[in-house]
């Protein structure tokens, strides 16, 4: 009884709780905490662009991606605009690399991050074929580079000190329409 209880004040001290990204609770899942898309935006537009030498053959140079929420596979997307430039190729190249990503919480360092990346089409129109081929496999391994295990977001001490007190860390990561909302479980 006195364990419900606590749960019940604690679950009700998290509903009046209003922090930067507003956790509520709903009457089915427990504890939640959101974060908007624009902050997922905001965050991972912080690590581009970047540069990915090949030898000194060539350089790939990545801008920022356009992230893009899939609720439905619970997963986000992301077109990463790339060139290629460089000697081996004689002039520059314009296209772009499809990938999705599942997500995951870090205890660590308290981060969302990307993992199980999944790379669907990598394009650069007008390049040779047989270059296509070799940057192909290149790209693929950029976009992992870029990508994989990227901190979208990081929870701060002060959002996470009342699920602290109460016994609770972050669990769940759900794709919504608008954003990510974050459960919370009982600590092991």
Do not use: C, W
Request: charged share 25%.
């Amino acid at each position: 009884m006195k364990l419900k209880r606590r749960l019940l004040l604690s679950s009700m001290a998290l509903a009046m709780y209003r922090g930067p990204a507003a956790a509520t609770v709903e009457e089915t899942a427990g504890p939640t905490y959101k974060v908007s898309a624009q902050q997922l935006q905001r965050v991972i537009g912080e690590r581009f662009p970047m540069r990915y030498p090949v030898g000194d053959l060539f350089n790939l140079d990545v801008e920022a991606p356009r992230l893009r929420l899939l609720p439905e596979l619970n997963r986000l997307a992301s077109e990463l605009a790339v060139q290629a430039a460089g000697p081996a190729l004689r002039r520059s190249y314009r296209g772009s690399v499809d990938v999705d990503f599942a997500l995951r919480y870090e205890p660590g360092d308290q981060s969302i991050r990307a993992h199980r990346l999944r790379v669907h089409a990598f394009r650069l129109p007008g390049l040779p074929p047989q270059t296509l081929g070799l940057l192909d496999a290149y790209g693929q391994a950029m976009a992992q580079q870029a990508l994989l295990e990227v901190v979208l977001h990081r929870l701060q001490p002060r959002e996470l000190a009342l699920a602290d007190a109460m016994g609770l860390q972050p669990g769940d990561i759900t794709v919504a329409p608008d954003g990510l909302v974050i459960g919370f479980v009982r600590k092991r």
